[in-house]
């Protein structure tokens, strides 16, 4: 009997999973993965909670692949999608294994137009087997461990992900915060993107690499609704043009939010059309969002996305106090 405890003991810490920290850029509040193959080569991919991917794995450019002389082909599992195996990475400086129905393999995601300097994505499929958290104040990513458990400190909340016969089938979260006094669906994305006007950024003072920052995501409709109730909060007309001079939104300033029992504010939120959240982005979560929280609310925190038990844990770092609180 003493034997057979000793020998389970010594099996569970050899399959336990230690914490690792992911090498990183931070841009302008945006994490990128920066892992080191053991060539040498250098990969740049955003982390995105409200991004794709597939079968557990996060995606390459098919440029990139071919740079790193990966070959390309069909997942046994699902011939549909088209994988290469993962990259070899230097100790120390890579990405945790992909787990999932392709091995430990990388999905090839083949974009019409690459951007230079951008070889793909850690979106939600490859995040949502793990624990992680994004330390916004310290810029750093960490996959956790076996043994991870929350500061103090920390607030709880709930995600919503959508499910299929029991099990989560997507990873895009969904979180609930009180805006106005009222409970609001959103993604919880960390990739929300800003690319903010000369006027916008006069008045909203948004950090930016290259033109790109962070922001949060509303629906028109849901603007509309805060605007007529709430005059006097600020209202840049031409605020973000990332989809050209032709199809500039609006950005809405929110004095104050709740958010895991955290009150947080002011926040400024940059317009998008209904269908982006109500339609498309409804089609992968458990119920349809009117927007999304990106990092511009994440960067008072240190926040972990536990997926396997649907919870996210916000430490406050800076800038909240408990809503608790008077």
């Known amino acids: 009997m003493e034997d057979t405890c000793m020998l389970a003991l010594m099996l569970a810490a050899a399959t336990a999973t230690t914490a690792q920290t992911v090498p990183t850029q931070y841009e302008a509040g945006h994490f990128y993965a920066t892992p080191q193959t053991t060539g040498g ?7 995105d909670t409200g991004g794709g991917g597939a079968a557990g794995m996060y995606w390459i450019t098919a440029g990139t692949a071919s740079r790193l002389h990966l070959k390309a082909g069909p997942c046994a599992e699902d011939a549909s999608i088209k994988v290469a195996p993962s990259p070899s990475f230097k100790s120390g400086a890579g990405l945790p294994v992909p787990q999932g129905a392709c091995g430990g393999s990388v999905m090839i995601n083949e974009v019409p137009h690459e951007k230079a300097g951008e070889d793909g994505q850690v979106g939600a499929s490859y995040l949502g087997t793990r624990v992680w958290t994004f330390d916004y104040p310290a810029q750093r990513l960490v996959a956790e461990g076996d043994h991870w458990t929350p500061a103090a400190g920390a607030h709880r909340t709930p995600l919503g992900f959508r499910h299929e016969a029991g099990e989560p089938a997507l990873y895009f979260p969904r979180i609930v915060v009180q805006v106005d006094g009222q409970p609001v669906d959103f993604l919880l994305d960390t990739g929300a993107t800003a690319h903010p006007t000369a006027e916008a950024k006069r008045i909203a003072g948004t950090e930016t690499v290259h033109g790109f920052g962070v922001t949060s995501y509303i629906t028109t409709s849901m603007l509309d609704r805060w605007h007529a109730a709430h005059p ?72 972990t996305l536990d997926y396997p038990r649907a919870t996210a844990w916000f430490d406050c770092a800076r800038g909240c106090t408990s809503a608790a609180a008077p």
């Open 41 to 47: 080569q250098s990969l740049h991919l955003l982390v």
């Open 232 to 303: 006097d909060w600020r209202v840049v007309t031409q605020g973000d043009d990332l989809f050209g001079p032709s199809h500039v939104m609006r950005l809405i300033e929110v004095p104050k939010l709740v958010i895991a029992g955290w009150t947080v504010g002011p926040v400024w939120f940059t317009e998008r059309p209904d269908k982006n959240f109500r339609q498309f982005m409804a089609q992968m979560m458990d119920k349809p969002p009117e927007g999304a929280i990106g990092g511009n609310v994440f960067d008072h925190f240190r926040m």
